[in-house]
């Protein structure tokens, strides 16, 4: 009877010693589903001091695809000048294998990211994942390349092998130029821009192009995403910034 009283109590404590573990803390995958959700659904995160008081940005490029270092300064002078981050911005930058699969579809870029993302959201600090893509869309077509693509909350691709493209051209805008629109671009869309999770404080969508500003010059036009009108909208002017429209917007969920 001893005997049978003891086992009892050692599979009582092993039951509790097992619950325990299950509810020590967050998945793995748990932990990722907070950078996994929809397009502008962490737009506030990203601005403001209220949740995240830091922000991580993960540069990953393929190998001939590095970003560079002046696109990299202007995107990061633009960050600052957007967000609240008092805990400062971190920029890393590593470079990754070829995955051989360009064209991409956004699909694949999103398994590219579940084998190379390893930054994601960490206390109070925010992280998004920017993938440098050795190649194009596969929905490029002869008038409309795309440049760009913001797919997730904190996830975007840059669509590297356009970009060096378009740069070679003659009379085009720098690289350095177009890949710094790109990025600033994007990130306006993860900051929910134009309607794309941030509700607009006034009429300002482009009706032919959802998700995009209609106010000429503005950053947020969609020639700068698809490259049809980049040369036009770049040449001789530098990188467009956001018009007051987009700033509004941005102010009125936490961004400066």
Known sequence: MIKRY???????????????????????????????????????????????????????????????????????????????KPDGIN???????????AP???????????????????????AVWIYFADGSNEKDENDKF????????????IYQGTIQNFASRPRSPSRATIEAATLNHELGHLFGLVDLGTSPVSDHEDGENQGHCKIDGCLMKASI?????VFDVLEGRGIPQLDQACIDDLQSIGGK
Do not use: H
């Open 225 to 229: 995403e698809f490259g049809t009108g």
């Open 91 to 101: 920029i890393t930058l590593r470079s990754v294998a070829s995955s051989g699969k």
């Open 104 to 126: 991409f579809s956004i699909e694949e870029i999103v398994e590219i990211e579940k084998q190379e993302r390893t930054a994601y959201n960490t206390g109070d600090e925010i």
């Open 6 to 84: 003891k086992l009892f109590l050692l599979l009582i404590g092993l039951s509790l010693a097992i619950s325990c573990t299950k509810e020590s803390g967050p998945s793995e995958a748990d932990a990722r589903a907070a950078n996994l959700k929809s397009l502008g659904s962490s737009a506030e995160d990203l601005l403001s001091d209220v949740k995240f008081t830091s922000l991580n940005i993960e540069m990953v490029y393929v190998v001939g695809s590095k970003p560079t270092d002046e696109a990299i300064s202007k995107f990061q002078t633009f960050l600052e000048q957007r967000v609240y």
């Open 146 to 157: 795309v440049l760009g693509s913001a797919f997730r909350n904190t996830s975007m691709v």
